[in-house]
């Protein structure tokens, strides 16, 4: 009992001192201090230096948030076939563990239907299963947010939330049969090590996962390896989930748990409106309830244009190369086409084939132009779904997930 | 008897005197160093000081120019100045980055709603006679632009270059 009131007195002192240092700092005293949990600290009393300096980051990504970190690669960067590591964009919905042992770091395989409980090494994950390379484009649900309008709360990514990188590990295929599933298994969800930025224990950051059915497709993976080296610490060092064609917060981070439920996942940001769509279409701006919101399986079929870089000068009578790479949920890319007339008329670019499903796929094409001007050049990926990218903005959704209108960049035409 | 009050008057005369520099010392307190002979510090400990003095004033500098306001910004957070910025900053950077706010768009309910849902799911404590200073703000200064179905690419942004061609 002592002991209770002592702590107690503690932390009320330790909540006190934060929070008058806090009141120091903003030059007038936090008025509502009372009511701030003791678990909560100001963030203007953590460290700053996350926001100049993203471990294993170019300095060339665009930073949108820093608490939690979030910034992603303009298009012209995402040029390369593969996204450099230094330039794959991240999206943390809380903060990465400080420190990550690869010696005792476990995944933990259990839930409702697992046919037992199992505790994995790295080095078993590494040693006890086949080990497979993919390249896996992962795209954020709400990359492209920023153009919907009426806005949408949330992180407002423009274009470059996606990311397409060589990753190595085991399919996570293998790992579930290894453990055992149950028949009524219907999902599965997915834990990290990354904390919850209130500093809660208590608190998961971001807990989702997949349909069965995704979790033993034959690209779906646990990854320790990207382009052929760690993950960086802001991808998910050590370990991660890799599942293409989903959302990437699908892809769990500083995975050390894998439940197999008999039921939905109900973990952080699987409820509510987090990456949820309507579950009919809604007119702009409309309010829509938790029990009409439905979660977002398969992303759309979408492009980029990663060269020219926006912005591009040429002189009359050259031809402008344009390329970038196109990549969809459904089984392939079929067709690209881009336009140099606002989309009065298309023209059919080369496409590669993928090297597996789930990789992006590279597009090329050269332009000639009638005379002097602006010019903008669009791009538009079908699939083998027939499904084609809108020029305007596809369905409003409140939480502005799954913009894949067509990418726009600006072209001048000079007579000198 | 003599003897009595030599010892009495001695032991008196001790008493006093340390009172006198006790109460002498409550006056003075840690100034009675400086009243002392000054020893005349190294050049090591001169230079050490020195070099604390202006790691100070750097660090004040730094402190400084981060809470400056330039064309309406306040350069720490990237908010808008305004005479309520603090209580602004107090309840938006606790848990995230004010780069959260700023990025966004939204009216006033759509601002209340925010607030609301930070309040049901993320632990945002109730925000008492404050919470309409902030939806005033965020309302005034993060209000959403009508762009219809697609903006036109934003030209201001664009930085235009020469594209060298074989």
Same mark, same amino acid.
């Given at each position: 009992m002592?002991?209770?009131i002592k702590?107690?007195n503690r932390r009320?002192?330790?909540k006190h001192?934060?929070?008058?240092?806090?009141?120091t700092?903003?030059?007038m005293?936090v008025?509502?201090?009372?009511n701030f949990p003791?678990?909560?600290?100001p963030?203007?009393l953590?460290?700053r230096?996350?926001?100049?300096n993203?471990p294993?980051k170019?300095d060339?990504?665009t930073?949108l948030?820093?608490?939690?970190?979030?910034?992603?690669?303009?298009?012209h960067?995402?040029?390369p076939v593969?996204?450099?590591?230094?330039l794959f964009?991240?999206?943390?919905n809380g903060l990465p563990?400080?420190?990550?042992?690869?010696?005792t770091?476990?995944l933990?395989i259990?839930?409702?239907?697992a046919?037992q409980?199992?505790?994995y090494?790295?080095?078993?994950?590494?040693?006890?299963?086949k080990?497979h390379t993919l390249?896996i484009?992962?795209?954020?649900?709400?990359?492209?947010r920023?153009?919907?309008?009426?806005p949408?709360?949330?992180?407002q990514?423009?274009?470059?939330?996606?990311?397409c990188?060589?990753?190595?590990?085991i399919?996570l295929?293998?790992v579930?049969a290894?453990?055992?599933?149950?028949s009524?298994a219907v999902?599965?969800?997915?834990y990290g090590k990354?904390?919850?930025l209130s500093?809660?224990p208590?608190?998961d950051?971001i807990?989702?996962?997949?349909?069965?059915?995704?979790?033993m497709e034959a690209e779906s993976m646990?990854?320790?390896?990207m382009n052929?080296?760690d993950i960086p610490?802001?991808?998910?060092? #050590?370990?991660?989930?890799?599942f293409?064609g989903?959302?990437?917060?699908c892809s769990g981070?500083?995975l050390s748990?894998?439940?197999i439920?008999?039921?939905?996942h109900d973990g952080q940001k699987?409820?509510?409106?987090?990456?949820?769509?309507?579950?009919k279409p809604v007119a702009?701006g409309?309010?829509?309830e938790?029990?009409?919101?439905?979660?977002?399986e398969?992303?759309p079929?979408?492009?980029?244009?990663?060269?020219p870089?926006?912005?591009a000068t040429?002189r009359?009578?050259?031809s402008?190369p344009v390329r970038?790479?196109?990549?969809?949920?459904?089984t392939?890319?079929?067709?690209v086409?881009?336009?140099?007339?606002?989309g009065?008329s298309w023209q059919t670019?080369?496409?590669?084939a993928?090297e597996n499903?789930?990789?992006w796929?590279?597009?090329?094409?050269?332009f000639?132009f009638?005379?002097a001007?602006?010019?903008?050049?669009?791009a538009?990926a079908?699939?083998?779904?027939?499904?084609?990218?809108p020029m305007?903005?596809?369905?409003w959704n #409140?939480?502005?997930y799954l913009?894949?209108?067509?990418?726009r960049?600006?072209?001048?035409?000079?007579?000198e | 008897?003599?003897?009595?009050w030599?010892?009495l008057l001695?032991?008196?005369?001790?008493?006093?005197a340390?009172?006198t520099?006790f109460?002498?010392?409550?006056l003075?307190?840690?100034?009675?160093?400086n009243?002392?002979?000054?020893?005349k510090p190294s050049?090591?400990?001169?230079a050490?000081?020195q070099?604390r003095?202006?790691d100070?004033?750097?660090a004040?500098?730094?402190e400084?120019?981060w809470?400056?306001?330039v064309?309406?910004?306040h350069q720490r957070t990237?908010?808008?100045?305004?005479p309520?910025?603090p209580i602004i900053?107090?309840?938006?950077?606790?848990c995230h980055?004010?780069k959260?706010v700023?990025?966004?768009?939204a009216t006033r309910?759509?601002w209340?709603?925010?607030i609301r849902w930070?309040?049901?799911?993320?632990g945002?404590?109730?925000?008492?006679?404050k919470?309409?200073?902030i939806?005033?703000?965020?309302?005034?200064?993060y209000a959403p632009?009508?762009t219809g179905?697609?903006?036109?690419?934003?030209?201001?942004?664009?930085?235009w270059?020469?594209?060298?061609?074989?």
């Open positions: 002592q002991k209770n702590n107690q009320k002192f330790v001192t934060a929070l008058a240092s806090f009141a700092w903003i030059g005293p008025v509502f201090a009372e003791s678990t909560l600290k963030a203007a953590l460290d230096a996350w926001a100049d993203l294993g170019s060339a990504l930073i948030n820093d608490r939690p970190v979030n910034a992603e690669t303009a298009a960067l995402l040029d593969r996204t450099p590591n230094n964009f991240v999206r943390n563990p400080r420190t990550v042992d690869v010696d770091w476990t933990t259990s839930g409702e239907s046919k409980k199992k505790i090494t790295l080095k078993d994950l590494k040693t006890k299963f080990q390249s484009t992962l795209e954020c649900g709400g990359n492209g920023s153009e919907f309008n009426p949408a709360k949330g992180n990514w423009s274009t470059g939330a996606v990311g990188a060589a990753w190595t590990g399919k295929a293998d579930l290894d453990v055992g599933v149950k009524d999902y599965i969800g997915y990354d904390d919850h500093g809660d208590n608190k950051s807990s989702r996962g997949v349909p069965i059915e995704k979790a646990i990854a320790w390896s052929g080296t610490m802001l991808n998910g060092h #050590p370990l991660r989930l890799v293409g989903f959302p990437a917060s981070k500083w748990e894998i439940v439920r008999d039921q939905v699987m409820k509510g409106q987090a990456y949820r769509t309507p579950c702009p409309t309010k829509v938790d029990k009409n919101m439905c979660i977002i398969d992303m079929v979408k492009s980029l244009i990663t060269f870089q926006t912005g040429i009359s009578g050259q402008l970038g790479h196109a990549w969809t949920s459904a392939a890319i079929k067709l086409e881009c336009s140099i007339d606002f009065k670019c080369t496409l590669t993928a499903r789930y990789a796929q590279r597009f090329e094409t050269k000639q009638p005379q001007g602006y010019y903008e050049v669009w538009r079908t699939d083998t779904n027939e499904q084609t990218q305007i903005l596809p369905g #409140p939480k502005g913009n894949n209108a067509c990418h960049i600006a072209v001048k035409v000079t007579d | 008897m003599t003897n009595n030599n010892t001695t032991t008196l005369s001790i008493f006093v340390f009172l520099a109460m002498g010392y409550l003075l307190g840690d100034n009675v160093q009243l002392l002979p000054a020893q050049a090591q400990i001169l050490a000081r070099q003095a202006s100070r004033l750097a004040a500098e730094v400084a120019s809470d400056r306001v064309e309406g910004i990237g908010f808008y100045a305004d309520n910025l900053i107090a309840a938006c950077t606790s980055s004010s959260l700023t990025q966004n768009r309910p759509g209340e709603a925010m930070m309040q049901e799911t993320q945002l404590p109730d925000l008492g006679d919470e309409p200073i939806l005033d703000y965020l309302a005034k200064y632009k009508s179905r697609r903006a036109h690419l934003d030209l201001t942004s664009i930085e270059y020469i594209l060298e061609l074989d």
